[in-house]
């Protein structure tokens, strides 16, 4: 979960450091950040395992946080937490198989 949560929190643009025409413009995968609230809010709570299934919580608490990653009427949406999860598919998997061996012993 920690690894979703740093991926969500990475490479957003500041907000304050480009031009008015620069944010209007803005056409980056990324949100921008203004105060930093939003990234600061991401978090992760840790999994749970059973005999039958492992599952974790990644959210943000920002109120807008919602709206930022699916956008609405006239906005924009700017996922973070989704392409988090997507970008880092590979290296859960592996994460897994390698708990897996630990346990089996192999």
């Not at 056409?27 to 203004?34: A, M, P």
Request: charged share 25%; proline share 5%; net charge negative.
């Amino acid at each position: 979960m920690n690894l979703i949560a740093t991926a969500a929190k990475e490479d957003h643009l500041r907000g304050d450091s480009l031009s008015p025409a620069g944010v209007k413009d803005h056409q980056e995968e990324r949100y921008l950040t203004w105060s930093g609230e939003l990234t600061g809010s991401i978090h992760s709570e840790g999994a749970k395992a059973t005999l039958s299934s492992i599952s974790g919580i990644v959210s943000a608490s920002e109120p807008y946080a919602e709206k930022v990653e699916f956008g609405g009427p006239n906005r924009r949406a700017f996922p973070f937490l989704g392409p988090a999860l997507d970008d880092n598919n590979e290296k859960i998997l592996e994460m897994f198989a390698v708990a897996v061996k630990k346990v089996v012993g192999k």
